[in-house]
């Protein structure tokens, strides 16, 4: 576990999502009150929790835990937090809140979508008392000492996605908005997951985001980044890129999954960081085969 400040008033827990370093992290909001955003993975929480507590931070004090999103690596851990955090509430967008009350659809999905190889690192979900979950489409957080946090919705990953911006920072928690930084293991690309990625809708949010002008942005995977515009280029050239292999791939008749993955993120390393590329990899080119089928389907297509 490393624990490492992001500003003046964040500090970022490293809490080894899917088993490493570099991957995932749980950032901490300090005001008056103290937010959680981004939860990990059930397997994540003891390490968040041990972040916690060597940052000095009571259990009861924290009273707000927020999601970017349903994806398990973000919310999968929001149930064993809330459990051991007695005062927090827990924020999501209110169209999947249903899956952290009761998540055994949620985790089926998720197996499917990230495969047997990586299903392991993930942990089971905890369910969360409904009354504890509270809707984030319009959250606008004080936390008190001029740090305030607001919900700006981000679809296109998911369509239930949402990134939180810090007002006194300017900065934005961005979730997987716009995809993987993770730089520690080579790993720069954005994740289009199946069943709900929407290229369309994830293409217009990236452009939302550059006209924001964000001097920061806070990545899941993985911290902070000040270089906003190149990070958003780099996101945007990636998609076309992954577009045009899928779409050459259906012309061909052979949308071969795990070989387009290949090609797309080719990563030779058989360790754990190899699971968790060929996991998103995969789960990514199988998301763009996915939105482009349904969209060639489509009446207005």
Not at 79 to 106: D, F
């Amino acid at each position: 576990m490393e624990i490492f400040q992001v500003d003046e008033h964040i500090w970022a827990i490293d809490h080894e999502l899917l088993g490493l370093p570099g991957v995932g992290v749980t950032y901490v909001v300090r005001g008056e009150e103290i937010a959680l955003v981004e939860t990990g993975t059930a397997l994540t929480a003891p390490k968040t929790l041990a972040g916690l507590d060597a940052l000095g931070i009571p259990r009861e004090a924290v009273r707000h835990i927020l999601c970017t999103h349903i994806h398990m690596d973000h919310c999968g851990g929001s149930g064993h937090l809330a459990a051991a955090l007695p005062n927090a509430t827990v924020y999501i967008n209110s169209s999947v809140a249903e899956h952290l009350a009761n998540p055994t659809k949620l985790m089926a999905s998720v197996r499917r979508a990230v495969g047997e190889e990586a299903w392991p690192l993930h942990g089971e979900l905890l369910p969360i008392p409904a009354e504890r979950i509270h809707p984030a489409e319009t959250l606008r957080l004080d936390l008190g000492r001029d740090v305030v946090l607001e919900a700006i919705a981000t679809p296109g990953h998911s369509p239930d996605h949402l990134s939180y911006r810090d007002l006194k920072s300017g900065g934005l928690f961005i979730g997987d908005a716009a995809g993987l930084v993770m730089e520690r293991w080579g790993l720069v690309f954005p994740v289009t997951p199946v069943p709900a990625y929407n290229l369309e809708t994830h293409q217009a949010t990236i452009a939302k985001l550059r006209a924001l002008n964000l001097p920061r942005i806070y990545v899941t995977h993985y911290g902070p980044h000040d270089d906003v515009d190149h990070q958003l280029n780099y996101a945007a050239e990636r998609l076309a890129e992954l577009f045009d292999l899928v779409d050459r791939a259906l012309a061909d008749g052979d949308p071969d999954v795990d070989a387009l993955a290949a090609r797309w993120v080719p990563y030779p390393d058989d360790g754990p960081a190899g699971v968790v590329a060929r996991s998103w990899s995969r789960m990514s080119v199988a998301g763009m085969i996915r939105y482009e089928l349904k969209r060639r389907q489509s009446p207005t297509a």
